[in-house]
C-alpha cells in the first residue's frame, strides 16, 4: 500500500452542553481509533519501503469549529493532533503525513447540512445557503473535483517534502495567517 486515505464521514450535529461522554465514546470509535488503527495495520511496510502516503480528511472545523457540530469540532482536532504528531516521527522514513480540510465543498453531506440547518431554524434552505455562499470570499461552493486534484497532488511522488500540514480547500473561508 503506498497511499491510505482517512474519510470517517460527519458524526450527527449536537451541542456542546448536550451531548454525552456515550456520544463522544462512539464518535472517537469511528472517527479516531478505526483511523489509527489503519495506519497501525500499514504504517510498518511504509516506512520499511521508504515510501508511503498518508492523507487524513478532516474539515476547516480542525481551525474554527463549527457550531452545533461538537462531536466532529472535537473528534477531528484530536486526530489533526494524532496527525501532525505522527507526521514528524515517520517523515525521515519517506512516508508523509497530511491533513485534508475541505470546507464547503459541493456535495450530497453538504445540501443535507443545508437542510439540518435551515430546520432547526427559522430561515428555508435557500437562505441557508445564501448565507454560506455569502461566507465565501470566493463566492461559491467548491467543486469535489478541486477538492480531489489537491489529494491527488498530495499522494503523489512529488509532495515527498510537504508533511505534517493541515491543507484548507476551502475558497477562503477559513482565515489562518
Given at each position: 500500500l503506498d497511499i491510505l486515505v482517512l474519510n470517517s464521514g460527519g458524526p450527527p450535529r449536537g451541542t456542546a452542553a448536550a451531548t454525552s461522554p456515550a456520544d463522544f465514546a462512539a464518535a472517537f470509535d469511528r472517527m479516531f481509533h478505526a483511523q489509527v488503527a489503519l495506519v497501525q495495520a500499514f504504517l510498518s511496510d511504509m516506512r520499511a519501503r521508504r515510501f508511503g502516503r498518508i492523507l487524513a480528511v478532516a474539515s476547516t472545523s480542525v481551525i474554527a469549529p463549527i457550531p452545533?457540530?461538537?462531536?466532529?469540532?472535537?473528534?477531528?482536532?484530536?486526530?489533526?493532533s494524532w496527525c501532525k504528531t505522527l507526521a514528524g516521527e515517520v517523515a525521515v522514513d519517506g512516508v508523509t503525513v497530511n491533513l485534508l480540510l475541505p470546507g464547503q465543498i459541493a456535495t450530497d453531506q453538504l445540501a443535507g447540512l443545508h437542510t439540518a440547518m435551515a430546520e432547526s431554524s427559522a430561515m428555508t434552505?435557500?437562505?441557508?445557503r445564501a448565507r454560506a455562499l455569502a461566507a465565501?470570499?470566493?463566492?461559491?461552493?467548491?467543486?469535489?473535483?478541486e477538492f480531489g486534484d489537491v489529494a491527488a497532488f498530495l499522494a503523489s511522488p512529488r509532495a515527498g517534502f510537504i508533511t505534517g500540514c493541515a491543507i484548507k480547500v476551502d475558497g477562503g473561508q477559513t482565515v489562518t495567517l
Open positions: 452545533g457540530l461538537v462531536l466532529s469540532n472535537a473528534v477531528r482536532a484530536a486526530l489533526a434552505p435557500d437562505q441557508v465565501i470570499p470566493a463566492g461559491r461552493f467548491g467543486d469535489p473535483a
